[in-house]
Every structure is written in C-alpha cells, then in structure tokens.
C-alpha cells in the first residue's frame, strides 16, 4: 500500500512545497498488473543481461530518449552534453538521448515538469531531488524501476543504505528514483588547532563533544575566547547538522520526543550556553558558519564537499575532515541528485540503460569528476582520484548512516520556521530541551 504523503487534492500546496524545498513518450499507466508484468518479464530475462550489466539487448529497438536535466553552471552542462554524445556513440543498441536544459531555478524545475508530464508533455527521463518523489508518484507519474534494478547486475554497486533512502522517499516499498550522485555532510576541522589542544581526530561521540570543549580556547590570556570549538547553524538549514547530535545519542526522527533525541538536544544546548560555539549561532547560516571557520575562529564546522577547495585553498594542508562520528547510533545529512524514468516512456528498457550508464558506468565517473559531487559507485569510489581526497574519503565514509529528513507535506514549513525559531528558544533557555523536541514533533508530524 502506498504511504500516501500527497494527495491529488492537495496539489497546489504541494506545489508551493517543491518551490520552497529546494530531475520523454507516452505509455500505460502504472498499473499493479502492469508492475507483475514487468517483474515477470525483468526475472526470465536477467540470464541475458548484457556485459555491462543493464537491460537485454533483444529487448531493447533503435529508439530516441528523451532526458530533461539541469546544470549548476556553464562547465556542467557541457559535461553533460558530452557524456550524452559518449553513451551515443558506444551503447551499441541504437539508443539516442536528447538531453534537453532546463534551469533549476529555485525549485521551479520540478514545478515546470510536473505541469509539463501532467499536460502529457513526452519528457522519458530526467535529472531529480527526492523533495520530489511523493507528489509524482501519487500522481502515477513515475515507472517503478524495482525489476530494473533487480535484474541489474550492477545492482550492488551501489550501497543498500542509498537504495533503502530511495524507497522511504517514495512509497515505503517500491524504488522509482535511480541514485546518481550525492553529497554526505561531513565535520571540517583544523589540524593545527587540533594539536594545539592536544587531542586527536575523535571516534566516538563522546569524543567529538569533549573535542568541541577542549578546542575552545583563549590563545592571548586576555579572558576572552578566541577560537570556538564547533561553528554551530542555528538559522535555516541547521536541521541536518543537528541531526547528527540526536542520532548520536540514540534518537531518531522518527520519533523527536524519546529521552534519547531530547539528550541530543540537550548536548546541542549545552555546547552553545557553555560558550563553545559563537555567541551569533542563533542567527548563522551557510554563510556565517563557513566565515567563521575559513577565519580561524571556529575550529569545527559540519558541511560537505562544495567547500572544500575553498578551504583547501585558504588552508593548504591545514584543513581535514573526519564523519560524524557514532554514539549510541549515526546519522548524517546526504544532498541528492537522482534520475528517474516516467511511467509515460514507452521504452523504458532504454532509458534504464541511459540512468544505468549515469549511476555506475562511465557516466557516473565523468560526472563526478568533473561535478566534484560524490559518486554513488562502490567501484568509481574505489579510484585514486576519489581515494586521495581526504573530503571526498569523509563523505565516502559517511554515506552508509547518511539519510534526509523524512519528506513530509510538512517538511518545507518545519525546515523554514518551525525548527530555526524552535531551536533558537531552547538554545537561548526560553525553553526546555523537552518542550523544543515535543514542538518539533507536532510540526512535523501534525
């Protein structure tokens, strides 16, 4: 049964969500006998999978395919223009893709397609966030790529932590999201400053908390703090760092209230009224927190890849990363970037080629080469270009506990003023660590 998180009655708010949360010919719809079928036809036909481990050959006629994308920026359209004109030219089976760019636009991407698929536009496949997912597939807009998958003799690949993220975004019990490639949180720490107080890289996470306190210092003996411990987000967008704080605990999302996810809350309490973090983090972003590390003020802070040349430049050798490490459970944030296949196409065993090729075929490896994004292959994971980079290990090691916040029809609002204005009360001792937690509860799960 689907879990059913949105609904074709709720729509438009539906819609305002995939705005604020922030990727092509005709076919059956998709029914359960239609899903049999093809359960029935992927397992006779997975003997024959070819050697590169997708779909049949003999199942698969000349065909064109077309893939809607977007591109971050110039460099990365014309990468994917020339990784399409690659597969082209080498699949062998006569597939075409047309790759077709559209811009991001701060969300309005998923907007324009899903008008686009509900006006029968002939889109096959296309480029994805897992904000997504619930809204297209009650809406019976997308293929369910399970037998796809299952008969992919590269299926294994892939981590089953990173499958078992595209199932909860969908329905609970059907894939309809092909991984591409992701960005798991990591903590960022200064090496030098680390020696100065005397500890070593923390594995635990007792470890980390005690780190955040002895890497809090007064370095002139003029009685003021000159470097925090930890660069805390307190604003808009500190929901995925804090996570790791209740994980590490032994909470959970799934339940916010437990005395296990209140501890964590009151750890992220502590650190801030003991004065290990700076005394801004109520109000601090992005932006702030990675100022705050790049000055050498924080010797801490919690994001993923896309700043690490940045602090490689600013830093040189003097900047490491380590994952979050694990108390009683683990958890951190993973950014994702899918494909998906629409239950419209009529050639789907083509398109699966097609997003086949970008999750673990040569793709995959140019994409995330040339993106700086983490691949989501166990085998382009394993080169030397990933290997020597101590971010990209970091991430590489993180992605087995990472997850997201549970995709609700009230995430958007809870990420954008529930949890900041919430969190921001507990920090400040307005309220209690249980009275914040038991208000998160209720605003994203009323």
């Avoid at 949105?6 to 010919?25: H, N």
């Avoid at 894939?175 to 680390?194: A, C, D, E």
Wanted: charged fraction near 20%; include cysteine.
């Amino acid at each position: 049964m689907k879990k059913s998180l949105f609904g074709k009655e709720t729509m438009a708010i539906a819609m305002a969500a995939l705005m604020a949360a922030g990727t092509m010919t005709g076919c059956s719809s998709g029914s359960k006998e239609t899903t049999e079928a093809v359960k029935e036809t992927a397992a006779a036909t997975t003997v024959a999978a070819s050697k590169e481990g997708q779909a049949p050959a003999e199942e698969i006629k000349p065909c064109e395919i077309k893939f809607r994308y977007w591109a971050d920026n110039t460099d990365y359209s014309q990468l994917m223009q020339d990784i399409i004109k690659k597969f082209n030219a080498e699949n062998g089976k006569g597939i075409t893709v047309i790759g077709e760019e559209s811009p991001w636009d701060g969300g309005a991407y998923s907007e324009n397609l899903f008008n686009a698929k509900m006006g029968g536009g002939d889109v096959d496949c296309a480029t994805w966030k897992l904000t997504s997912t619930p809204l297209f597939v009650n809406n019976d807009l997308l293929a369910d790529l399970t037998p796809m998958i299952d008969a992919w003799d590269k299926k294994s690949d892939i981590d089953d932590n990173i499958y078992n993220i595209m199932v909860e975004a969908g329905d609970m019990q059907r894939i309809y999201v092909m991984p591409f490639n992701i960005q798991v949180l990591y903590v960022y720490y200064r090496p030098s400053i680390f020696k100065k107080a005397g500890i070593e890289v923390p594995k635990t996470y007792e470890e980390f908390l005690q780190a955040i306190e002895k890497c809090t210092m007064d370095t002139n003996g003029d009685g003021k703090t000159d470097i925090y411990g930890f660069g805390m987000r307190g604003a808009k967008g500190g929901q995925e760092p804090w996570g790791s704080f209740v994980y590490g605990r032994g909470g959970s999302f799934k339940d916010l209230t437990t005395p296990e996810a209140v501890q964590g809350m009151q750890d992220f309490i502590d650190i801030y009224q003991k004065g290990y973090v700076p005394p801004t983090a109520t109000s601090d972003g992005f932006s702030e927190i990675i100022a705050n590390f790049q000055s050498g003020l924080a010797a801490m802070t919690i994001h993923h890849t896309g700043s690490s040349k940045d602090m490689e430049k600013l830093f040189g050798d003097d900047v490491s990363a380590f994952p979050f490490p694990a108390g009683k459970s683990q958890w951190t944030s993973m950014g994702d970037t899918e494909t998906v296949i629409f239950e419209s196409c009529e050639n789907k065993q083509a398109a699966f080629e097609w997003v086949s090729y970008l999750a673990a075929g040569e793709g995959q490896k140019m994409w995330c080469e040339g993106t700086g994004n983490v691949p989501v292959s166990k085998s382009v994971q394993a080169s030397d270009f990933f290997q020597n980079n101590r971010f990209m290990k970091a991430s590489i090691e993180g992605q087995g506990h990472a997850g997201i916040v549970p995709i609700l029809d009230t995430t958007t609002e809870w990420i954008s003023n529930i949890w900041p204005n919430t969190v921001s009360q507990a920090l400040t001792g307005s309220i209690s660590a249980k009275q914040c937690m038991q208000t998160l509860q209720d605003g994203l799960y009323q």
